[in-house]
């Protein structure tokens, strides 16, 4: 929707949560009180967790909430709630299903057609008990069944109106479950206040990725696109799509140091505060060690930082870090550091999203991502990934926050080199490193390929990591095409 100063405001008092974390956030507040709503997904995408949660949160509250299921028994219900810890004793559960006696012969219709009949008592059962317990909120499941009782399109259309108006004039909530959508069924989306879609995307390999999308939601400016959310035992979260201009602020920001004196005058000083860096190269170069490098001059500054590695395992980059004296393990005992290792076979983009995001209302100052090649994997359409990304960084620049990227090339000498995703120009800097060859030897040389917010040196310089730490050297003016990988070489022997 487009923005309208008539809309309801974020977190409207006449609101009713709906008991998921992030879902609230995304329909601004919360779902409209006294409305008919539909959530739609196919079986197995969280609509009965949902509306669980949602009841839940009423129960909590001390409200009367009723849960009416046309398919499920109540066993199954409390099974689902079992399985993730709940307690279903604040709710009231209502069965509306054919019993065995069904498949008694003497029990079937020969006079009317069955769904007239089936229909009528459906109805009556559900309206005696809505009269009878006076609830707040009520969740019907599901539609399916209703919709076969109606046996046509109009007949069908005209009872879920009939329902509309009986919980309109007792100002009750009511959510309905339908686990068939349809785009081109439109009986309910266009009878229903709000229309709530969840999706249950399979993966080639690891978890199926689930996302939700606010279909319609009258008079509110709710949150569009698709979302993120999981499943998980304690019931669902929903991830909101990260929009970036919603936190834009415009203050002074100040340098920080690599540590490195050398790397410092390369930078021009250093990095600003809330600028992103990618430092890109083919594997071997050093680039997650000069990343934790970063991070340490940070922490050695008393501000903490957070880690998110891809490829390698934790207990590989502290030991690697902790030779050369990077103490990254007694960062973490400080509580300056945390490292979290990141398997994006089993994160969704809009989780890690949150994750980052989470971790700078905790105080983080410099946060590293190793690698983009990483978080690429973590991506269902990489078409997308360059989005996901700039949203990402612009909301983390916003902030404050110093941002380090490792992107890794394929390939390890020579001009032809590429990155699995072209982000450098969504960085605001850009810190090359290369493999050059040299007497025999391999030889790393690093150089400052893009910097927006200040000058800094178009120099190349020796790289070298050893027992002692990173050294930058001396600028390579001797050599003449490093970065083809087999420079030729005019002046004396490397010192």
């Known amino acids: 929707m487009k923005p309208n100063s008539s809309l309801k405001p974020f977190a409207a008092l006449n609101s009713l949560s709906t008991g998921v974390k992030g879902l609230d956030e995304i329909l601004r507040g919360g779902l409209t009180r006294d409305r008919l709503y539909l959530i739609e997904g196919m079986p197995g995408s969280g609509k009965t967790t949902l509306a669980l949660q949602f009841l839940l949160d009423g129960a909590r509250l001390g409200e009367v909430v009723l849960y009416i299921t046309l398919s499920e028994t109540e066993a199954e219900l409390k099974a689902v709630a079992e399985s993730h810890g709940w307690n279903l004793d604040g709710i009231h559960i209502h069965e509306v299903i054919a019993t065995e006696d069904f498949l008694d012969p003497a029990q079937q219709h020969t006079i009317f057609h069955p769904s007239e009949v089936e229909l009528g008592d459906t109805t009556r059962n559900i309206s005696l008990i809505v009269d009878a317990i006076k609830p707040m909120r009520v969740v019907i499941d599901s539609l399916s069944e209703l919709r076969l009782l109606s ?57 199926s990725r689930r996302r939700l999308r606010i279909v319609k939601y009258r008079g509110v400016e709710f949150r569009e696109g698709y979302h993120d959310y999981k499943i998980r035992r304690g019931g669902m979260v929903a991830f909101p799509r990260l929009v970036a201009a919603q936190t834009r602020v415009l203050e002074n920001r100040g340098q920080i140091s690599s540590g490195l004196a050398a790397l410092d005058t390369q930078l021009g000083g250093g990095l600003e505060e809330g600028t992103s860096t990618i430092i890109g190269g083919p594997p071997g170069t050093g680039k997650s060690t000069l990343a934790a490098q970063f991070a340490y001059a940070a922490i050695e500054r008393g501000d903490k930082i957070s880690m998110f590695i891809f490829e390698e395992s934790i207990n590989n980059l502290l030991n690697r870090t902790d030779v050369i004296g990077i103490n990254l393990s007694g960062a973490i005992q400080a509580g300056l550091a945390s490292i979290h ?7 969704s983009p809009g989780e890690f999203t949150d994750l980052v995001c989470h971790e700078t209302d905790t105080g ?121 990988g087999v420079p030729t070489y005019t002046g004396s022997v490397l010192g």
């Open 151 to 207: 046996s046509n399109p109009h007949r069908y259309r005209r009872q879920i109106l009939a329902y509309k108006q009986f919980f309109s004039r007792r100002e009750i909530t009511v959510v309905m479950l339908d686990d068939r959508p349809d785009a081109h069924d439109m009986q309910i989306r266009s009878i229903a206040h709000g229309v709530i879609n969840l999706e249950q995307c399979v993966s080639d390999y690891g978890l």
């Open 341 to 347: 290792q990141v398997d994006p076979a089993e994160l």
């Open 364 to 484: 983080t100052k410099l946060i590293v991502i190793d690698s983009l090649n990483g978080f690429l994997q973590a991506m269902p359409d990489e078409r997308f990934l360059t989005l996901h990304l700039h949203e990402l960084l612009a909301y983390l620049g916003q902030k404050g926050i110093v941002t380090i990227l490792v992107g890794v090339h394929e390939g390890i000498i020579g001009n032809d080199m590429r990155s699995a995703i072209e982000a450098s120009y969504l960085a605001d800097n850009v810190v090359l490193l290369r493999h050059f060859e040299f007497d025999g030897e391999v030889h790393q040389a690093i150089s400052i390929f893009k910097k927006r917010t200040s000058n800094h040196e178009r120099t190349i310089r020796e790289f070298s990591i050893s027992k002692n730490g990173i050294r930058v050297g001396e600028i390579l003016q001797r050599f003449h095409g490093v970065l083809t």
